[in-house]
C-alpha cells in the first residue's frame, strides 16, 4: 500500500469556545489523500466542506489534530509557503484572478506559484505563446484576450482562467470549492468537462467540493460525504460507480 | 511667464508626492495617512542636516531613508499589530509632529544663507526657477524610470497583485504583508524625498508644512486620471506628475483671482472635490457635449 501524500488526523476544530454557541466544526476528521486521487466532497451545508479546505489550505489552524503533508507535520506551515504544493479555485469568479491585471499577467503570476519573487524582470512577452496554446483548450476565446484586464471578461471565461492559473503549475494537490457554481448550466458543463479531462490527462490528486449530485458521482474515483463536521461515508473507486443519485439522496435524509 | 514657469516647476516637485501616494492609494489600494507626517519630516530633516553642514544631496537622501522608517512603522503597525490602516497612519503622523520639532529643535528652520540643491552654482546662469525645472525633470525622471522597472519585475508584479486582490495573491504564494511594508516604506520615503525637495526650494522646514499635504497628492492623482482617461501603469505615473502641474497651474490662476495663501487648503480641497464629482457631473449633464457645442 502506497502512502498518503496528505493526511488529516484527528483534526478538530471549535469556534466560539467557552460560550453557549461552541461548536466543532470539524469533529475529529479523519482524511487519507493519495497520489492520483480524485475525490469528490459532498455535504449539506455547514458540514464542514470549506472549513475541510481551508485547514488544508492553512487558512484554519485546527484546534487540536494534525496536518500531515508527505510524512512531517505542517500544523502551523503559513498559507503562502504550502502554495509550494497547493492550490486551489474559489467558487466566486472575482476571488481567482487580479481585475485590473491582464489574463497573461494573471497566469504568469500563476506560473511562479510558491516561489521567491524578486527584482528579475517578469518576461512577459517569452511566455505568451505557452499562454496562447493553454487558453486555446478552453475554447471560450479566451486566447484571443490575453491582454485584456480580467474585470473586462465574463463570469466564466474568468473560471475558466482560475482554473488554469491553479493548474499552469503542476500542484500536489489542487483544491476545487464549487468552482462551477456560480456558472450557467451551459459554461458549467463545460468547465467541468476540461476540469475532468485535465485532471485525468494530467493525473492530478484533487478534492472537489460540489452540491451537484450528477457531478460528483459522474467525475472522480472517491467521494466522501461529510456530515457535522466528520467525514460520514467515503467510497473507493468500485463504490462509488455502484452509487445511484437516489442513494445520496438517501443519505442526506437520513441525516 | 515667470509665474507659468514656477507652477510648472512646482508641479514637478509635488508631482514625486504625488507618485508616492499613488503606490499606496492606488496600487495597493487603501489611504494612508503617514503622509502628512512624513512630508515635513522630510523637510526638517533635510534641512537640519545640511543647516549642519551635510551636502545637500546627502541631506536629501537621509531624508528618503527617514521617510522610509516612518512608513515601514506604519506597515508593522497595519500588518502585525493589525489596527486599521487609517488609524495607524494617523498614529504616526501624530507621533511624527513632535518627532520633527525634536529633528529641528524649534518649530521652523531657515536655510537662509545656506547652501541647497537649487542654488548650486551649476544653475546661477539660468533664468529664475528653471532650476526647478530641472531637477524636477531629473529627479521626476530618475523615480518614474525606477518604478516603472520595478513594477515590470517578478517581485513588481506580486505588488500590484496584492492590491488588486489580496486572496488571490495569498493563494499564490505571495507575502502580502511583506508587499503592504514594502509598499507603505517606499511611497513614504518618496514623500519625504519631495518634502526634502520643496523645502529646500521654498527656503525654510515648518512643522506645520504637513496639513492638507494627502488632499494635493490625491489631487495630482485624480486631475491625472480624470484628463487623462483609461491608462496602463507607466502611463498613469506619468499623468499623476502631468496632473501635479495642471493642479498648480490651476492653483496660480485662482490665487491671480485674488486669493491669498491663507485660502490655499480651502482651494485645494474645492479643486479636488470638483475632479472627484466630475465624472458623475459628466453623466448626469453630459458635460462633454455642453463643452463641444460651446466650441462650435
Known amino acids: 500500500m502506497t502512502k498518503p501524500i496528505f493526511q488529516l488526523k484527528n483534526v478538530t476544530k471549535t469556534v466560539n469556545t467557552g460560550t453557549p454557541e461552541e461548536l466543532n466544526i470539524l469533529d475529529h476528521l479523519n482524511l487519507d489523500i493519495y497520489d492520483g486521487d480524485f475525490i469528490t466532497v459532498l455535504g449539506s451545508n455547514g458540514a464542514g466542506k470549506s472549513t475541510l479546505f481551508n485547514s488544508i489550505t492553512g487558512n484554519i489552524t485546527p484546534t487540536s489534530g494534525d496536518v500531515i503533508y508527505k510524512n512531517s507535520k505542517i500544523n502551523k506551515m503559513s498559507v503562502v509557503k504550502r502554495t509550494k504544493f497547493l492550490s486551489r479555485v474559489f467558487q466566486d469568479p472575482k476571488l481567482g484572478t487580479a481585475p485590473r491585471m491582464t489574463v497573461a499577467e494573471n497566469l504568469l503570476l500563476a506560473e511562479k506559484r510558491g516561489e521567491h519573487r524578486l527584482f528579475n524582470l517578469r518576461g512577459l512577452k517569452k511566455q505568451i505563446p505557452l499562454f496562447k496554446k493553454i487558453t486555446a483548450k478552453m475554447n471560450n476565446s479566451l486566447d484571443k484576450r490575453l491582454n485584456t484586464p480580467t474585470g473586462n471578461l465574463s463570469g466564466g471565461q474568468r473560471q475558466a482562467l482560475s482554473f488554469l492559473m491553479a493548474t499552469i503549475k503542476r500542484p500536489d494537490i489542487l483544491l476545487l470549492d464549487e468552482h462551477t457554481a456560480a456558472l450557467d448550466p451551459n459554461t458549467s458543463e463545460k468547465l467541468m468537462k476540461i476540469t475532468n479531462d485535465t485532471i485525468t490527462d494530467e493525473k492530478l490528486t484533487c478534492l472537489m467540493i460540489t452540491h451537484q449530485l450528477e457531478d460528483a458521482l459522474k467525475y472522480g474515483n472517491r467521494l466522501i460525504v461529510l456530515h457535522k463536521g466528520t467525514i460520514a461515508y467515503d467510497f473507493n473507486s468500485d463504490e462509488k460507480k455502484k452509487l445511484s443519485k437516489e442513494d445520496l439522496y438517501k443519505f442526506f435524509s437520513e441525516k | ?296
Open chain 2, 1 to 296: 511667464m515667470s509665474i507659468l514657469v514656477s507652477a510648472i516647476g512646482q508641479g514637478l516637485l509635488w508631482g514625486i508626492i504625488g507618485v508616492g501616494l499613488f503606490l499606496t492609494f492606488r496600487i495597493l489600494d487603501f489611504p494612508d495617512m503617514t503622509v502628512e507626517g512624513t512630508f515635513p519630516m522630510g523637510a526638517a530633516t533635510a534641512v537640519t542636516a545640511i543647516a549642519h553642514g551635510v551636502s545637500p544631496l546627502n541631506a536629501t537622501i537621509l531624508a528618503f531613508i527617514v521617510g522610509c522608517l516612518a512608513g515601514l512603522v506604519t506597515g508593522l503597525l497595519y500588518t502585525k499589530a493589525k489596527i486599521p490602516v487609517l488609524l495607524a497612519g494617523i498614529l504616526v503622523m501624530t507621533a511624527s509632529y513632535s518627532i520633527d520639532l525634536r529633528i529641528m529643535g524649534k518649530p521652523n528652520q531657515s536655510l537662509l544663507g545656506l547652501k541647497t540643491l537649487f542654488n548650486s552654482p551649476l544653475f546661477a546662469k539660468l533664468p529664475p526657477y528653471f532650476d526647478s525645472i530641472f531637477i524636477g525633470i531629473l529627479i521626476v525622471a530618475i523615480i518614474i524610470a525606477i518604478l516603472i522597472y520595478f513594477l515590470q519585475t517578478n517581485l513588481g508584479q506580486s505588488f500590484i497583485a496584492t492590491g488588486d486582490n489580496e486572496a488571490m495573491a495569498q493563494s499564490l504564494g505571495i507575502n502580502t504583508d511583506n508587499m503592504k511594508i514594502m509598499g507603505v516604506s517606499v511611497s513614504n520615503g518618496l514623500i519625504a524625498l519631495g518634502g526634502a525637495l520643496i523645502a529646500q526650494n521654498n527656503g525654510y522646514s515648518d512643522v506645520n508644512m504637513g496639513i492638507g499635504i494627502i488632499v494635493v497628492a490625491l489631487a495630482s492623482i485624480i486631475i491625472g486620471e480624470v484628463i487623462f482617461g483609461n491608462l496602463t501603469m507607466n502611463q498613469r505615473l506619468v499623468a499623476v506628475i502631468l496632473g501635479s502641474i495642471i493642479y498648480r497651474i490651476i492653483l496660480m490662476i485662482v490665487l491671480q483671482l485674488g486669493f491669498n495663501a491663507n485660502d490655499f487648503n480651502l482651494i485645494s480641497s474645492v479643486i479636488l472635490a470638483l475632479f472627484m464629482s466630475l465624472p458623475i457631473l459628466e453623466k448626469k449633464y453630459n458635460l462633454k457635449r455642453i463643452i463641444q457645442r460651446g466650441l462650435k
